[in-house]
């Protein structure tokens, strides 16, 4: 996978669905522009429709079951990619954090965060 340019958006998302998908308290997930993404490899897909109706296609690898990618039906002409994937510490923190209602109590979220529920 390869990302060009600064990601349009990083959030960090408190659904119960991301909960699931990375084990943890919340995902953390950079959107890029689709055409400034080269996926490279090989990858399996899992269609999940989430609260709102919308479908989103998780791509995941097929050796280590690693969530890599995904798009989603409402916002088309996006990738969106699990910052873990860059390995990178220095990769740009989250600006936006949605579903805050499903927030669980411990988390502290950084000053200065755009917070949607």
Same mark, same amino acid.
């Given at each position: 996978?390869?990302a +060009?340019?600064?990601?349009?958006r /990083?959030?960090?998302?408190h659904?119960? &669905?991301?909960?699931? $998908? #990375? =084990? ?6 950079? +959107?890029?522009?689709?055409?400034? /993404? ?5 990858? &399996?897909?899992?269609? $999940? #429709? =989430? ?25 088309? =002409?996006?990738?969106?990619i ?18 805050g ?8 979220l950084p000053d ?6």
């Amino acid at each position: 996978m390869v990302a +060009r340019g600064d990601p349009v958006r /990083v959030s960090i998302c408190h659904c119960l &669905a991301c909960q699931k $998908r #990375t =084990g943890s308290a919340f995902g953390v997930q950079a +959107r890029f522009p689709e055409d400034a /993404v080269t996926v490279q490899g090989r990858s &399996a897909q899992f269609a $999940r #429709t =989430g609260d709102e109706g919308t479908t989103a296609r998780f791509h995941f690898c097929p050796e280590c079951g690693a969530t890599v990618f995904w798009s989603m039906d409402a916002i088309p =002409g996006y990738l969106t990619i699990p910052v873990g994937v860059f390995a990178d510490p220095a990769f740009p923190p989250p600006f936006v954090s949605v579903y805050g209602l499903r927030k669980h109590p411990w988390v502290r979220l950084p000053d200065g965060l755009q917070c949607m529920d």
